[in-house]
């Protein structure tokens, strides 16, 4: 593939004179799974539709293997896969029927990968959706977006309905469509430790810009806590580079930094006569003290 | 399970697997001609991405602890001083104690040492280790 | 195009119950379409392919609705093609519906001919004798434009049934019935006018229906552009509508929740159709007490759905069910009675305008009233959805209440009629009482769980 699957640079998007997103350039390869995190309101929703071409933005420009998104033709439509926040789903029809409608669209519908997972995730293919559970809804929502294949997989808080069964399924589904390594996934939710085991990049959006863009790897090894332990009296002002916030209403204060050297925590050690210990984070924790 | 993986930790799912089979390697868990469980078993059994594993397997390669056979899966070398000195080059090895390198120099500068008093500390320990 | 033809399958057969009537109208045009081949010609004979299409029509009822709700998805614009599919899906299926009887008429037309030619007489259908070979030749050809003229005519007529339809089903509330009443009153009065009147051409009705589909098309494929555009704007129409509740809001809170807050809305939506129709000069008795009496019934559809949101009520006030019913009551005779009142004055003002008998009036009024009342308690009577029982009482009623208008509209100074229509409305009146109670009884035993037929589903697969 020679064009990358997403790219977009210097993205921003006004709605009236309210900006929601700013100067957001990236890129998404195959075999990237992409988890978008972010306080409500962040934009992620916004972000996620810009990229499916449902709305223009206002600056800067993003495409889709190489077709600007906004005008995505149809064969590239085929490629891509997306499973809203709200399931839209027709409640008459059964099942089978609503499989049936979704897949006459695209040229190539994998039907056994259809049955086996309706069979492993439970679902009734006789059934009728208007008495389904909000659960079961959802999955079959999802399913909608597997069937064609797609090259990319968009995915807007997938799993906010489903029990931890359920959610283990989708994610070891998806965790089979990533294997080959061709495909890319972008996925936004909630649900830190889904991200944590399933994407290989973060987004963090924060008011509509990147607080962090790159390797979930790398962020865990950028973003510790440093645990002040000193002798005597700590020193009234404290240099810490990289520090994002210091907390230091017990005897042993801590601070959140980034990107923490050897040479700082000799340094420090230094400063305080005493020890540093590093702790490492997980998702959740950084994703909260990147907001403090 | 061949691995304890923990995706909430701190550490990064990778590193988690490269200190398991380190260990796991240096204490004879696992024998020189284990199979390793390939990387889309091991991401479907544990729920995690698969280029994390296959990221922490290329490490554990170029380290000289697993070899890559074409068709089979990653299979365990033997332990990193004996016939790893063969697959590996030179450069690489170096590179992989670069970083605690640094921090001795650091640290022996800190505390005022010589750059000779830094050479004997090295050359005991190492005369300790040797067997 | 494989889209389209799965669209349109699903359409048609895609519940058990509109399986059936499909089916149904498909073998019944085809027994027409046979019968029409063998036997001499009578009217009855003619209605029966009509009421096949009515049922292939009634069987494609999901067609709007799902249009409407793939057509709002953001699925639609991620699916290949999906909004132009979407589109010619529903563009055939308004063929296909408008197809046959058409096609029925000129086979029928043909075999009368033939049968004259052969006979030397019709069986009974054609007003007029054609009494040469060339005559007949030459009206063979017209047939043949006839035809044209004819399925034009059926594809527009089915193109707006379909949007009355999707009016009613999609949105189940006020606006959504009035909408769709008032579309199948567009309907009342220029196509099917002009198809009465014979005054339909082939051009003109080619031309409607370019229009109205490039309008629809257009409009549909260029609906997320101009959502886009007017993105900005939307923030503002909001601040306006909420500013407009708060005004209701004093005190008034149940009539909000219920949906009653404000009759205006209704009877501005029945006022506009009579005036207008007044202005054409359209002043048959009838069909006045027809269109009233079918507001009313309006009245009862909004009623049905009282049950459902008195949910909200009962967690916010400290009423039981019972004390529940008599504030929903009565939110509901506050909001009827200001749209009767409307209705009234309209009626006597017309009534004199136009110079309508006064035993028309008399009898008229009460009955608009009666029926209002009547369908109110009956839409009150729903707390378990809309099942067959509650669905078929209310049908029967709704046909009973038309029946009595026609009645009523053609007993202007008969005694006999006046009477029987006077009866009518004691036991009317009696009824209402009867549905009061036994709503009220309902309403004590009120399970809102089951209250709409999905959620009593969700209850039984106890998830």
Known sequence: MNSATVEASHLGKMFGTKRVLQDLSFGVSPGDVVGVLGKNGAGKTTLLELMLGFTQPTEGAVRLFGHESYRLPGDAKAR????PQQDELVDHLTVADQLRVIASFYPHWDKDLMSRLCQEWGIDVRARIKGMSVGERQKLSILLAFGHKPDLLILDEPVASLDPIARRQFLEQLVEIS???????????????????????????????????????????????????????????????????????????????RDWTEGAQRELERQIAGTVEVEALGLEEIFVELHR | MLFILNPQSGVPIYRQILEQVRRMVSSGQLQPGTELPSVRDLAVAHAVNPMTISKAYSLLEAEGLLARNRGKPMTVVGSARGTARGQTPLNKRVEQINPLVDQIVLAARQLQLSEAELVKALRRKWEETDE | MKAVARLVLTYTFGTRVLRLFSVAGLVVVVVAFV???????????????FLGVTMIFLGSALMPLMFGRMARSHLIRVLPWGRVKLLLSAFSTVAIVALPLPLLSFFAMERAMDYYAIHGDYGGVAPHVIPSAAVIEKARQGNVENFHVQLSGSFLMTGWLYLALWFITSERSIAGYVKGLLV????????????????????GSLTQIGIVWFLFGAGFLLWPRWKAFTAGWRLRPQDRISALLQRQVAGREIDLMLGTANPWFLIAAQVVPIVFASTIGFYSAAVWLFYLTIFSTIAGAIACQAAERSRVLWLRGN????????????????????VMGALVALMVGIGSYAALPVSLLAIGLPLLMLSTILSTYLGFMVTRGLRFAEGALAVTVMLALMAVAVIAARADGDTQDILIVVGIEVAMAISAVVLRSAARKRWEKIDWMLCRPDRALRARSAS
């Open chain 1, 80 to 83: 891509v896969g997306f499973v």
């Open chain 1, 179 to 257: 294997t080959d390594g061709r495909r890319a996934i972008v996925f936004s939710s909630h649900i830190v430790s889904d991200i944590e085991r399933l994407a290989n990049r973060i987004w963090i959006l924060k008011e509509g810009r990147f607080d962090w863009q790159g390797d979930l790897d790398s962020l865990k090894e950028s973003i510790v806590r440093i645990h002040l332990r000193g002798s005597g009296r700590l020193p009234e002002v404290l240099a810490i580079p990289g520090a994002l916030s210091v907390r230091r209403e017990s005897a042993f204060p801590t601070a959140i930094v």
């Open chain 3, 35 to 49: 019968l029409l081949q063998l036997f001499a010609q009578s009217s009855w004979l003619l209605t029966i392919p």
């Open chain 3, 184 to 203: 199948i009153l567009f309907v009342m009065f220029f196509p099917l006018r002009e198809v009465s009147q014979l005054s339909m051409t082939l051009k």
């Open chain 3, 319 to 338: 009423w039981t069910r019972g004390e529940l019913f008599s504030q929903v009551e009565r939110s509901f005779w506050r909001h009827n009675s200001f």
